[in-house]
């Protein structure tokens, strides 16, 4: 058992190395509990009032990108110090080293969750808004996100464990299944939420056909997920809730790095310029348009790998993409459509 591996490892550590241990593992728990609990929230009162209270516009774009950075660096900068601390202890054995391992992935989804909530529907953040949500609507769809994100790193977490035998079937079943079930239920209730907001709202008209579509599919795969799930078909449930999760969550992150890139191009624009930009202008302009392209393309096959695709087979048609096409006397390849 757990307890049985730790009991063993600690019975073949010396005194002295245990002390040298100790002092080194005890420093970086120090620095990471200090950057948690005091760094962090320390900084993100200090940049939002130097937001609210700061004239230049160029340094407040500056200062919205860096509050919104800080939501997620800062976190995982401590988490890591922490995670590190704990893996110099050598009294883990074979179940630990395994959580140990699989821990920053886990982590990673639950603070990147919740980065995502705040930077979507909270105006304490103030960068990455999907839509203008107030009052109880917006820290609901907040907490919902946020939820998502713990939901994904738990059912991460139970097909690790299962794929090392380490979590009996059955178990796996229970878990998964009340993963799945209580993913239907708030992804559905995220959708609902989001469609009511649209009619409210004032967006661009490709900005509503895209999040029309998106809260279409989610609200349809919500419903059929449980349906599939409880009639027998137990991976094809999980398959199709979770892997939409994980893609809309790809989205969302997708969305909020090109507002943060928009927020700081700005700001070069307004230090660069001492006239005022029209926003749309900005946005029109080649280097986000070049941004947004590049976003599109890389997001290309991390949504196919997503959905179960294989890293030989992106190998395969990279390597062909670079190998080219004739198209009669021409060869057609990658480096020389970019070059065109």
Known sequence: SFSIEIKNKISGISLDTAAGISINALFWLIVGGAILFWF????????????????????????????????????????????????LIPIFGLRGQLILDAAP??????????????????????????????????HLATRIVYALGVLIAFDFLSRILLSNNFLSLNSYSVSSLLVILTLSLLVFRLSRLLSNSLAELKLSENKRMILRILVSVATYASLVAPFVTIFGFFEAGRYLIVNLSITFFLFGVSYVLYDLFINIFRAI????????????????????????????????????????????????????????????????????FVSL
């Open 105 to 138: 992935v886990f982590l990673l989804y639950i603070v990147a969750g919740r980065w995502l909530a705040l930077s979507l529907f909270s105006n304490s953040v103030r960068a990455g808004q999907l839509l203008e949500i107030e009052g109880p609507r917006a």
């Open 269 to 336: 624009s307004l230090f660069s310029n001492s006239e005022a930009i029209n926003q749309g202008d900005e946005e029109k302009s080649f280097l986000p348009i070049l941004v947004a392209s590049g976003i599109v393309l890389i997001n290309l096959p991390l949504i196919f790998l997503i959905w179960g695709g294989r890293l030989a087979e992106l190998e395969i048609f990279w390597d062909k993409l670079n190998e080219g096409y004739s198209l009669g006397s021409t060869q057609i390849n990658l480096s020389g």
């Open 40 to 87: 962090y929230p320390t900084s993100w009162k200090k940049i939002r009032e130097m937001v609210v209270s700061e004239n230049n516009n160029y340094k407040v774009n500056l200062l919205v990108a860096a509050n919104n950075l800080s939501q997620l660096f800062l976190p995982l900068l401590g988490i890591t110090s922490i995670l590190y601390a704990i893996n």
